[in-house]
């Protein structure tokens, strides 16, 4: 059984760094093509993608927040990290960890999100 | 960055309808689309990946069809547990980063 779950503060001030661990079973990032992501959604707003990490440790990064962000795993406890810098109240959004398997099908390879944890809101706010 | 227009952004039906989402690309992206269903307070599902192909476990009255830069998403004879936000997704290149369409969202009439 795959499971997901995001854990970090509820709240941070605008400036600081935010750091969140998404902490998984039932998978491993030792899996030839096995990824993680990470994706977040504003109060109201759509979903957007923000960080991948596949399990070759190949990171890729969204273009808007590449230079803010960093991601990093731990196969050894089964987690992934994911930092933001310079922490803003627009980021103010619920983040969402998840299981990022691929289609791989006569040299076609697609990503999809198959698996995702329940999210944590994170407030940023003086 | 590949930019995702989904429309309409809201639509009304009901019970038994069949309808029918639009999502299209600023560029062709083959068939490298993704579809999901989120419900309000919880994480989104995956419904198709690669614009046709149904995930494990979802019912088959949802389909997929398109490539290059336009796809839809049908749901033929809505059932009371359809009703949520649908968004699509496009995984073209990770390099480039991947994007979500900005959401459907699906009320009872």
């Known amino acids: 059984q795959v499971t997901l779950r995001e854990s970090g503060p509820a709240q941070v001030k605008p400036t600081q760094t935010l750091t969140l661990t998404c902490s998984f079973s039932?998978?491993?990032?030792?899996?030839?093509?096995?990824?993680v992501s990470w994706v977040r959604q504003a109060p109201g707003k759509a979903l957007e993608w923000l960080a991948l990490i596949d399990w070759d440790d190949e990171k890729y990064y969204s273009s808007s927040l590449k230079g803010r962000l960093t991601i990093s795993k731990d196969t050894s406890k089964n987690q992934v990290v994911l930092t933001m810098t310079n922490m803003d109240p627009v980021d103010t959004a619920t983040y969402f960890c998840?299981?990022?398997?691929?289609?791989?099908?006569?040299?076609?390879?697609?990503?999809?999100?198959?698996?995702w944890g329940q999210g944590t809101l994170v407030t940023v706010s003086s | 960055d590949i930019q995702m227009t989904q429309s309409p952004s809201s639509l009304s039906a009901s019970v038994g309808d069949r309808v029918t989402i639009t999502c299209r690309t600023s560029q062709s992206i083959a068939s490298y689309l993704n579809w999901y269903q989120q419900k309000p307070g919880k994480a989104p599902k995956l419904l198709i990946f690669a614009a046709s192909i149904l995930q494990s476990g979802v019912p088959s009255r949802f389909s997929g069809s398109g490539s290059g830069t336009d796809f839809t998403l049908t749901i033929s004879g809505l059932q009371p547990d359809d009703f949520a936000t649908y968004y699509c997704?496009?995984?073209?290149?990770?390099?480039?980063?991947?994007?979500f369409g900005q959401g459907t969202r699906l009320e009872i009439k």
């Open positions: 998840a299981r990022t398997n691929v289609y791989d099908s006569n040299g076609y390879y697609l990503h999809f999100f198959d698996y």
């Open positions: 039932g998978f491993s990032l030792t899996t030839t093509k096995m990824c």
């Open positions: 997704q496009q995984s073209y290149s990770a390099f480039r980063g991947y994007t």
